[in-house]
């Protein structure tokens, strides 16, 4: 059963993420949802140990290059969906 929450974010934050949203045919809500469930997936005892911190650590200090292998429209839904089971 969904649960509706108030969050309020930067405007910018908000504009970049809705048209991310839309590029990807999943709503806003549903991104959201999808990043929490990625995060609690997991125990971590500080926001330091989230997976994204040592990442954004080195890319602030110059020392990584971000490369992704695209993936299809059809494995990004199939990996969200099986999420909800």
Same mark, same amino acid.
Request: charged fraction near 30%.
């Given at each position: &059963?969904?649960?509706? $929450?108030?969050?309020? %974010?930067?405007?910018?934050?908000?504009?970049?993420?809705? /048209? %991310?949203?839309? !590029?990807?045919?999943?709503?806003?809500?549903?991104?959201?949802? %999808? $990043?929490?469930?990625?995060?609690? !997936?997991?125990?971590?005892?500080?926001?330091? =140990?989230?997976?994204?911190?040592?990442?954004?650590? &080195?890319? /602030? =200090?110059?020392?990584?290059?971000?490369?992704?292998?695209?993936?299809?429209? @059809?494995? $990004? @839904?199939?990996?969200?969906?099986?999420?909800?089971?």
């Amino acid at each position: &059963m969904d649960a509706k $929450i108030t969050l309020s %974010f930067d405007k910018d934050v908000v504009s970049d993420a809705k /048209a %991310f949203a839309d !590029a990807h045919h999943i709503s806003l809500s549903r991104l959201t949802e %999808f $990043i929490y469930r990625q995060l609690t !997936a997991k125990s971590y005892d500080s926001l330091e =140990e989230l997976p994204i911190s040592d990442w954004v650590n &080195m890319l /602030a =200090e110059g020392q990584v290059e971000y490369q992704r292998s695209p993936r299809s429209r @059809k494995s $990004i @839904k199939d990996e969200y969906l099986s999420t909800r089971k």
